[in-house]
């Protein structure tokens, strides 16, 4: 369980970077245009959103690998901070795919259209690979 803690980590704080690196981006390129906003804005909400549950899941390894007993899926499946973490993953995932998707939108309408169909793919593929990997919160 700590080495999922761990790799969950880097990618999360791989992705927030590269988040913010976009908004960065976004922000030199998209003075004008609406679109550059509303993407700018997306980028930053998926960077905020992926912080917590790198900084969570760090030190989440660190208090499983510290533990006598080994947690397992099911019972990390009962943590309702591993879903809450989790669930802020997945909107990471979606504030930075409608990033991609309505950046196309700053250059035509065309570019539009691919971006969001592409981001869209990318989610539900996402979503797809990611679904036995994640956990939802417990039902009481």
Do not use: C
């Amino acid at each position: 369980m700590a080495e999922y803690s761990r790799q969950f980590a880097f990618v999360s704080s791989v992705l927030a970077g590269f988040a913010f690196a976009f908004y960065g981006t976004l922000l030199v390129g998209a003075r004008e245009h609406r679109a550059g906003e509303w993407a700018a804005f997306f980028a930053v909400a998926a960077s905020v959103a992926f912080l917590p549950v790198t900084l969570g899941m760090t030190f989440n390894a660190v208090r499983t690998a510290n533990q006598p007993k080994e947690l397992s899926v099911s019972t990390a499946a009962a943590d309702p901070q591993i879903a809450l973490l989790s669930m802020l993953f997945l909107s990471g995932v979606v504030f930075l795919l409608a990033s991609f998707g309505i950046s196309g939108w700053m250059r035509s309408r065309g570019l539009g259209i691919a971006t969001t169909s592409l981001s869209l793919l990318g989610a539900l593929a996402a979503f797809a690979a990611l679904r036995p990997f994640l956990y939802a919160m417990p039902t009481p």
